[in-house]
């Protein structure tokens, strides 16, 4: 099974940027970040595979996705960040079946983000 692990969460005031990464073991076709606020359930912000990425609503336009398949690294790049973008962000992956939130069960430990006013 994949292995992955989070890095680059920190504090950052409102409007500025904060750039997160993911190391995985190894390839996999499907990989995701999602964020959790306390209390909430877990959110699908970015998916990507080889052919595509999507973003939510909630990030589309601020936030970019990019991987480096020679490493098996995924960056997740935040601009413009608010205060509702504080939460605990994951990355996920699966090795297939990726077309729902529920398709992901490979999970990081998670990297905090905290978005100051």
């Known amino acids: 099974q994949v292995q992955l692990a989070e890095s680059g969460g920190g504090s950052v005031p409102t409007g500025g940027s904060l750039t997160l990464s993911c190391q995985a073991s190894?390839?996999?076709?499907?990989m995701a970040w999602f964020r959790q606020i306390p209390g909430k359930e877990r959110e699908l912000l970015a998916d990507t595979t080889a052919g595509r990425t999507r973003y939510a609503d909630s990030v589309r336009g601020r936030f970019t996705v990019s991987r480096d398949n020679t490493v098996n690294t995924l960056s997740l790049q935040m601009n413009s960040l608010k205060i509702e973008d504080t939460a605990m962000y994951y990355c996920?992956?699966?090795?297939?079946?990726?077309?729902?939130?529920?398709?992901?069960?490979?999970w990081g430990q998670g990297t905090q983000v905290t978005v100051s006013a």
């Open positions: 996920a992956a699966a090795g297939n079946f990726c077309d729902r939130p529920s398709s992901y069960q490979i």
């Open positions: 190894d390839y996999i076709w499907c």
